[in-house]
């Protein structure tokens, strides 16, 4: 018999878990609309806030649940969803990949990171970044200036949840992204990844870190991929 506390069975707890949830998500929603309603941004309403973590006040503590619901009412208001062209947002409806196949300047590295956090933020769960090599992993779409350290803001504790020598990075509600590359692609094998980021696709020298390393590694819920590459003429691609 799986029950909780007070006698509930864990079905029931997990209801109630999602009502307080969604409860929590509409009264967060309020307050950051009112906060931009009422001009605490910047007069042109643009400029960049250098957090894509939560504006709104977590009451109650940090539960994961808690969190994630003010993941989810800060999502319309993020950096990343007020300063996109409509070129860098998702794909409305059901897809697995989106590839954003373009030159320089379009902001394939800004849009990589801000979209991955986004999915990291709302949906916890283990996540890849995966470049042409470890080196560029690291140096572009981590520590990048658009990468994703960048978007994580001033409030991120960069000591105590970024792992430089394994490229590891953590978030509050218990999502952490991975990074990996290409020409090492073993290591991705046996990955339960929720999502993906793969950046310069173009570049990469084995399909198999495609094909064997990151598609069956990609089985924990709706994990979907956002590829940024530059346009090569390559298979792969």
Known sequence: DDRGPGGASRDQSDRRELRRTGEVVEELEKEVTGRHERAELPPDGNAPSKDLT???KVPLGKSPWLLIAAAIANVKNSEYRRLARPN????????????????????????GARWLLEKAL??????????????????????????I??????????????????????????????AY?????????????????????AAWDYEEAWSRGLMPALRKGDAQVIVTTTPQQKPLV
């Open 149 to 178: 350290i960048e978007a994580l803001g001033t409030g991120f504790d960069r000591k105590a949840n970024y792992n430089k020598s394994t490229g590891e990075i953590r978030l509050e509600n218990g999502s952490t992204i991975f």
């Open 88 to 111: 860098q947002l998702p794909p409305e409806g059901d897809w697995r990949v989106w590839l954003l196949l373009c030159g320089r300047g379009f902001g394939k590295t800004w849009t």
């Open 181 to 201: 590359s290409a020409d090492a692609y073993e290591r991705i094998l046996g990955a339960n990844l929720s999502g993906a980021w793969c950046d310069e696709l």
């Open 54 to 56: 939560f504006t709104a």
């Open 122 to 147: 709302t949906t916890p769960g283990h996540y890849a970044v995966i470049g042409p090599t470890i080196a560029a992993t690291r140096r572009v779409c981590l520590e990048g200036d658009s990468g």
